[in-house]
């Protein structure tokens, strides 16, 4: 059950941040009114939204969930690892603190993006990635372990984030494609497997009654409706760009 979100629009830089995607550059006020559209699905799915400051000097900043992990009770400021985006933490910590009396942070060299961090319950799954070093995962671990959680690294071959690749549905169903599919360490777990033509739908978020999606993946929208899922599509067209997905828009609590 989530109750709170924190969400960064996107500044005025956005297009000048890091991609791989190959999709051209995106178009700023599509981008802003995308935003709004999927502030307006947390909300439906029952969350109060906290609406920080655009930031001009971290293009990035608008992905948001690279920044911290956090449960109700606690929250991890991150140390990503981008060197482009590890003053964003920094921006953060404000309101983490404002929030948060058990806090922790990842120090160097440990790096890792919240982007890697998969929370299954209490189970947690740190995705190895160019941005998580095994340094950042077991400073997490250490973390995670004290609060009686389980961690369980992954290590990536391709996959941005360990999160592009995988998504809790709730219960014991997971969302995956591609590397991740096949993982031994979701070998427990029910999987519905994305088509390949389709791997940027499996980052979708379970938020309290509902899933929401990226607007665009009928199959796996179908498939999510056919097994009983509230499915909300909203359009991040100008995220994807940027390689950012429906988790990464938002921290939630
Ligand atoms: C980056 O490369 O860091 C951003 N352009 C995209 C971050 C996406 N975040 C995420 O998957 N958690």
Same mark, same amino acid.
């Given at each position: 059950?989530?109750?709170?979100?924190? !969400?960064?629009?996107? +500044?005025?830089?956005?297009?000048?941040?890091?991609?791989?995607? +190959?999709?051209?550059?995106?178009?700023?006020?599509?981008?802003?009114?995308?935003? *709004?559209?999927?502030?307006?699905?947390? $909300?439906?799915?029952?969350?109060?939204?906290?609406?920080?400051?655009? /930031?001009?000097?971290?293009?990035?900043?608008?992905?948001?969930?690279?920044?911290?992990?956090? =449960?109700?009770?606690?929250?991890?400021?991150?140390?990503?690892?981008?060197?482009?985006?590890?003053?964003?933490?920094?921006?953060?910590?404000?309101?983490?603190?404002?929030?948060?009396?058990?806090? +922790?942070?990842?120090?160097?060299?440990?790096?890792?993006?919240?982007?890697?961090?998969?929370?299954?319950?209490?189970?947690?799954?740190?995705?190895?990635?160019?941005? =998580?070093?095994?340094?950042?995962?077991?400073?997490?671990?250490?973390?995670? &372990?004290?609060?009686?959680?389980?961690? !369980?690294?992954?290590? /990536?071959?391709?996959?941005?984030?360990?999160?592009?690749?995988?998504?809790?549905?709730?219960?014991?169903?997971?969302?995956?494609?591609?590397?991740?599919?096949?993982?031994?360490?979701?070998?427990?777990?029910?999987?519905?497997?994305?088509?390949?033509?389709?791997?940027?739908?499996?980052?979708?978020? *379970?938020?309290?009654?509902?899933?929401?999606?990226? &607007?665009?993946?009928?199959? =796996?929208?179908?498939?999510?409706?056919?097994? +009983?899922?509230?499915?909300?599509?909203?359009?991040?067209?100008?995220?994807? $760009?940027?390689?950012?997905?429906?988790?990464?828009?938002?921290?939630?609590?």
């Amino acid at each position: 059950m989530f109750n709170h979100a924190i !969400v960064r629009p996107p +500044g005025t830089t956005f297009t000048q941040g890091i991609t791989t995607a +190959g999709l051209g550059l995106p178009d700023l006020e599509t981008a802003r009114a995308q935003h *709004r559209e999927y502030v307006s699905t947390l $909300k439906a799915c029952g969350l109060s939204v906290s609406v920080l400051e655009p /930031l001009t000097d971290f293009p990035d900043a608008t992905f948001v969930e690279d920044t911290a992990v956090m =449960t109700r009770d606690w929250a991890v400021v991150s140390r990503p690892g981008a060197p482009a985006r590890l003053g964003e933490t920094e921006r953060m910590r404000p309101m983490l603190e404002n929030r948060f009396q058990d806090i +922790g942070a990842i120090s160097s060299p440990g790096t890792l993006d919240g982007g890697d961090v998969l929370a299954v319950g209490t189970d947690y799954f740190i995705g190895l990635s160019d941005r =998580t070093n095994a340094d950042g995962a077991a400073q997490l671990a250490r973390f995670l &372990e004290r609060r009686g959680c389980r961690a !369980v690294t992954v290590s /990536l071959k391709r996959l941005l984030h360990l999160k592009t690749g995988v998504s809790w549905l709730g219960g014991d169903t997971l969302l995956v494609t591609g590397e991740l599919a096949g993982c031994e360490a979701f070998a427990g777990y029910k999987r519905i497997v994305v088509d390949p033509a389709e791997a940027y739908a499996a980052n979708a978020i *379970r938020i309290n009654d509902h899933v929401i999606l990226p &607007e665009g993946f009928p199959d =796996t929208h179908r498939r999510l409706d056919a097994a +009983g899922y509230s499915v909300l599509a909203v359009n991040v067209s100008e995220f994807q $760009k940027m390689d950012g997905g429906v988790s990464c828009l938002s921290l939630r609590y």
